[in-house]
Every structure is written in structure tokens, then in C-alpha cells.
């Protein structure tokens, strides 16, 4: 066979360098299938187990956490209430009715008993006034009369030179606190009986009997 002499274009092998390359290629064992395999599954894994992680909150990551509940004052449980005297549970001091008024300035329903708190201080005064109450309570009373006077200031209740201490000081006694467990009512007595200066006073009855 006759050579050929002419020189390969450029980029291309020439007869001789194509012989030698199939030469090599007979000597040469295929390739087994040991590419590697791909990293995804171990990827994937890892990813989840670093999801399934808590976090410094206690909630996994890529999860929602819950809503936070909110404390609010309102939420707090409230301290007991500190026990008072018994006239809490009692309704309001009332007034005495018009009707009830007239009758016991004419006589018709009567006065049990009485008290005059004349020249008394207001500490003397309101103690003298509360077991004059329980006394009058205990006897079965309905209807007192309580005189109250100018009084005098001072005795621990706070001094006041003004005139009638007593005439402010006793209806406020007579509707508030401890009084109001023997009080069910009170009224400006009519002036027969003393008028601006005293007070019918109606009281309650004994063992939850009606007011």
C-alpha cells in the first residue's frame, strides 16, 4: 500500500498516530460501573437530623412554635380578700319612710329608748352610742332616739372646734362599719323629739329576722 505522504490538516491524527491509538485501545480492560455513588440520601438524612434538633427554645427546628400564652394581670389570681367585720354582707343603711317618720313623731309607733349624747367627746361618744345599740338590740328594741347635742372636740377621733361635731359625726357612724350590723335604717328626727339635732334609728332584728 502506497503511503500517504500528504501532511493532516491541523486538529486532526495522522494515519500513523490513529494506528498507534487503536493499538493502545486493544490493550486496554473497560471501565467497571464504580461510579460513586450520588450524596443525596446522606444529605437529606443529615438535614433532618438537624432539624429534629431542639433548639434553645424547645421547638424543633422548622416547625412552628406555639403561640406564647400571655399572662396578663387580669389572668393572675387575686389575694384573698381579708376578712372583715360581719356588716359587709349587710345591705345599705336605709332611710326611714315618710309614713313610719309621722307616726313616731305622733306617738303611734314608740320610742324604745333613748340616748343623749350631750358634752361627750367623739371617742366617749361612739362608744358609749354602740353599746347603747347592742343593749337596746338584745332587748328586743325597734325604734331609738338618738340625741346628739353640739359635743365636744378631741378624744382621739381628731379635734374640730367647730359646733356639732356629733351632728355630722353620729348619721356617718350609724351607716358605716360596725354599726351597720345593728342599723337598718335611720331619719332626722322631727323637732318634738330634738329635730336637727337627733335621730330615729331603726334597728335589726336578732338571728337574720327581717330589718
Given amino acids: 500500500m502506497r503511503r500517504d505522504d500528504r501532511k493532516p490538516r491541523r486538529g486532526q491524527l495522522s494515519s500513523e498516530d490513529k494506528e498507534l491509538w487503536t493499538r493502545v485501545t486493544r490493550t486496554l480492560d473497560p471501565l ?47 389575694p384573698a380578700a381579708p376578712i372583715g367585720p360581719r356588716s359587709s354582707g349587710l345591705p345599705s343603711v336605709s332611710s326611714i319612710d315618710r309614713q313610719s317618720r309621722r307616726r313616731i313623731a305622733r ?28 343593749t337596746a338590740q ?22 374640730d372646734d367647730e359646733r356639732g361635731v356629733l351632728k355630722r359625726s353620729v348619721p356617718y357612724w350609724l351607716s358605716h362599719g360596725e354599726f351597720r350590723e345593728l342599723v337598718a335604717a335611720i331619719e332626722e328626727a322631727h323637732f318634738a323629739h330634738g329635730g336637727t339635732g337627733a335621730y330615729y334609728v331603726r334597728l335589726r332584728r336578732r338571728r337574720g329576722g327581717k330589718s
Fill in 32 to 78: 467497571t460501573d464504580n461510579r460513586l455513588k450520588p450524596l443525596k440520601p446522606k444529605v437529606e438524612e443529615k438535614a433532618k437530623a438537624e432539624a429534629e434538633k431542639p433548639t434553645k427554645d424547645g421547638v424543633a427546628d422548622g416547625t412552628k412554635p406555639g403561640p406564647k400564652k400571655t399572662i396578663r394581670l387580669g389572668n393572675l389570681s387575686k
Fill in 138 to 159: 338584745a332587748q328586743g328594741h325597734r325604734h331609738v332616739l338618738v340625741i346628739t347635742g353640739k359635743g365636744r372636740s378631741g378624744g382621739g377621733f381628731g379635734r
Fill in 107 to 134: 306617738g303611734t309607733i314608740g320610742i324604745d329608748a333613748r340616748i343623749d349624747l350631750h358634752g361627750m367627746t367623739q371617742r366617749e361618744a361612739h362608744m358609749r352610742l354602740r353599746g347603747f345599740l347592742l
